[in-house]
């Protein structure tokens, strides 16, 4: 089965740890990106790559931190340094170029306590 | 500054119904408008796409229409269905940004 697999569903870490939420995909696409989700609102940005060893800043970039070694993996690095970690957290895929749709993973709900 | 509006009041409507759901954006000129669908708790799935040239698209019981002049796209579903309430989104790609925007999403409530 092709598809876009985020691990763990749910995640709790004490304040001032870091943590990384895993993303992998199986589907061959080159652009990835990670977005975050709180309670009653829509997507925000935080980070996108469209290739290996490439990404770029969106919205809300501070205190995340992200890698593209590999093309089926994109993990996402929460630091310290966020000051309101939790929340919803939405990896998705899509092939390159405009016009494409966004295949999403299930989430990873952190909550910091 | 750029913006992306969806209606975030729910709207509740009766089954059998046709829903219709407003996104409305500015300072866009957007090649293209994308719509998902979001249960809770769960990731957004794509349902349809609609490009700047295209008036009007549809998938079975839906149907978007995208107003470049107005700068608004209508989302609807006709004959609802209870297992149509979830919350809707629409997307666009910003200039200079190959990732997608959200709107705030607007949730449907469909009443047996």
């Known amino acids: 089965d092709g598809g876009i697999t985020q691990s763990p569903k749910y995640l709790f870490r004490k304040e001032g740890q870091n943590v990384t939420l895993s993303c992998e995909q199986n589907?061959?696409?080159?652009?990835m990106y990670w977005y975050r989700q709180d309670p009653g609102q829509g997507l925000r940005l935080i980070y996108y790559s469209q290739i290996v060893n490439d990404f770029q800043k969106g919205d809300i970039a501070e205190g995340y931190s992200v890698s593209r070694e590999k093309k089926e993996s994109f993990p996402l690095t929460v630091t310290s340094a966020q000051k309101n970690p939790t929340a919803f957290y939405l990896c998705a895929s899509s092939i390159t170029g405009s016009d494409t749709e966004a295949f999403f993973g299930q989430g990873t709900r952190l909550t910091v306590v | 500054s750029q913006k992306i509006e969806q209606n975030s009041e729910a709207l509740n409507i009766q089954e059998g119904k046709t829903a219709t759901l407003t996104c409305n954006y500015t300072n866009y000129s957007p090649a293209y408008l994308q719509w998902y669908r979001q249960d809770p708790g769960r990731g957004p799935v794509f349902l349809l796409l609609i490009r700047e040239n295209e008036k009007e698209k549809r998938k079975e019981r839906l149907k978007v229409t995208f107003d470049t002049t107005l700068k608004q796209s209508l989302f609807h579903i006709t004959a609802s269905q209870p297992a149509d309430s979830a919350t809707y989104l629409c997307a666009l790609e910003r200039p200079g940004r190959r990732a997608l925007t959200f709107g705030s999403g607007t949730r449907l409530q469909v009443q047996p």
């Open positions: 589907l061959n696409h080159d652009a």
